[in-house]
């Protein structure tokens, strides 16, 4: 019978790979208990407290567990499973963070105002605006997003400078 159960996690948000301290009861391997740690259905690497002598004097109440955020990972529950395959969940969402946009390559690399580049890079998707310049010469520019990796760019009137793409998070 599994007993453990989820009281807190810290932080409550982050990137793929950021480590997330879950807070709650029985987590120790000794006591049956917890097998498995998944961040909305997406299996995690983790440790307990336990399972390190050197903190296992500090925790000795077994009720902490280490865990990386996984690759794949969206904003959802974390759930910690026992080995009889019960399962405790969180009450509140971890809420994945989308790593920043970034840019890779612009085409054509000779720009006007009016035309369109392309520009190629990681994490389109959520983009919020495209601004060339910075400070008070900086022009926000129209653009559409393609996917994740591409992203179509109309430069503006009075544009130059270096191009920044921002996101929700960023």
Sequence with gaps: ?????????????????????????????????????SFNGVSATFTRATDNPATALVDES???????????????KIRVT?????????????????????????????????????????NFIGVTSVVFGSGGSARNAGYSVSNSTTLVVYVPVGASGPITVRSEEH
């Design 1 to 37: 019978l599994f007993r453990s159960g989820i009281t807190s996690f810290t932080p409550s948000s982050g990137q793929v790979g950021s480590t997330v301290t879950i807070t709650g009861q029985n987590f120790s391997a000794a006591k049956g208990n917890a097998s498995a740690v």
């Design 62 to 76: 077994d009720t902490t567990i280490t865990a990386t955020v996984p690759e794949g990972a969206t904003t959802g």
């Design 82 to 122: 026992g080995l009889a395959g019960g399962y405790a969940e969180s009450a509140t969402n971890f809420t994945v963070i989308a790593p920043p946009p970034t840019i890779t390559s612009v085409s054509p690399s000779v720009l006007k105002p009016g035309d369109a580049i392309t520009l190629t890079g990681t």
